[in-house]
């Protein structure tokens, strides 16, 4: 049976140039800065996200608690969504290793904050309050339908931030996303932020790695940051060489993945008994619900993966798709006539 894996974009497989990049990597250690892949992946990401250097982590959480770690004191204050991937996703990490205190404040449905809510949650001088010193944002927004935030936006944010002397971390997991559906260069997006993270192993297929991206002076502290979370790597060219052909190769064709994602939605909007937001889906996650409160969700999920299609229950009756590399046109099309057949069975 094939297995049509829709939960995730971390489920994708390196290609085979990756593998063999793999393979043929030029390795030293990285601690002392002489892996000299790693060096040539760091040189490019700092490149292509506009900024002077940049750092590999191990994963997308890594980067983020690195980052908020690297801002920030402890018993000082970050201002980010409700619906944030590092408030909801990432154990309390800011919390429970840096003693920061997140405040949150609504995300909208497209995955922006109201500058509005951003500046009045910024403290000001009293000794009872903690300190406000950074604002994160998330570009992709994984739980608003991976809306993407525009330049425009960020800018916004960012000039509200120098008035008050804060920092911006943007959580740029899936920026490559962004930048693809608003048809803009990543740095567009990340010229006016302080730090930015974005991913490797999601939609550009790579095993592992996340990268970090800043100043010359933030990168420096950061990665005194990673090796105090236990982050630093010693021949880590294994994972920067896939790293480097996903940055080269992989991210013009995200736009197949959007293309199949709104493939999936128009589907999905035709199956009785389930609802979709068809206008909100802007890359390649996809989010929808059950109409009918009687019918059980868990069971929906049950005799989809019986018929080898995997996806996430995601809230009471809320349910998420994700498109990815190694999913095509024909695989949409099966999960649909999966998800109808289940759903005329009144699951």
Request: aromatic share 4%; net charge neutral.
């Amino acid at each position: 049976m094939k297995i049509i894996d829709l939960r995730s974009d971390t489920v994708t497989l390196p290609t085979d140039d990756m593998r063999q990049a793999m393979f043929n990597a030029v390795l030293g250690d990285d601690v002392f800065h002489e892996d000299p892949t790693v060096n040539k992946l760091e040189e490019l990401s700092a490149e292509l996200m506009g900024k002077e250097a940049a750092l590999l982590v191990a994963s997308g959480t890594m980067a983020n608690l690195v980052a908020v770690l690297t801002h920030c004191a402890r018993g000082e204050e970050v201002i980010l969504g409700n619906e944030a991937h590092i408030f909801r996703n990432e154990a309390g990490g800011m919390a429970a290793l840096g003693g920061i205190h997140p405040h949150i404040i609504p995300n909208q449905p497209d995955g922006t904050l109201r500058l509005e809510d951003i500046e009045g949650a910024i403290r000001g001088k009293n000794e009872h309050w903690p300190r406000t010193r950074l604002i994160c944002l998330e570009n992709t927004h994984n739980s608003c339908y991976g809306a993407p935030l525009t330049p425009e936006y960020t800018n916004s944010v960012a000039e509200l931030a120098r008035r008050h002397k804060l920092r911006i971390h943007l959580d740029g997991a899936r920026i490559f996303n962004a930048a693809v559906a608003l048809k803009k260069e990543p740095t567009e997006f990340t010229r006016n932020v302080d730090s930015v993270s974005f991913c490797l192993s999601k939609g550009l297929a790579a095993p592992i790695g996340s990268m970090l991206c800043g100043s010359k002076e933030f990168i420096a502290e950061a990665r005194r940051t990673r090796k105090i979370v236990g982050g630093g790597m010693r021949q880590a060219g294994i994972i920067a060489a896939p790293g480097i052909l996903a940055i080269k190769k992989m991210r013009e064709r995200l736009e197949e993945d959007h293309i199949n994602a709104r493939r999936l939605a128009e589907g999905i909007a035709k199956i009785p008994g389930l609802s979709i937001e068809i206008d909100r889906i802007k890359t390649n996650i996809v989010y929808f619900d059950l109409i009918d409160k009687r019918l059980n969700p868990d069971a929906l999920v049950t005799r989809l993966n019986e018929k080898g299609i995997k996806f996430l229950r995601t809230g009471a009756f809320r349910f998420r798709m994700v498109t990815h590399y190694g999913i095509l046109p024909e695989h949409i099309d099966s999960a649909l006539n999966a998800l109808k057949e289940v759903m005329a069975q009144n699951v």
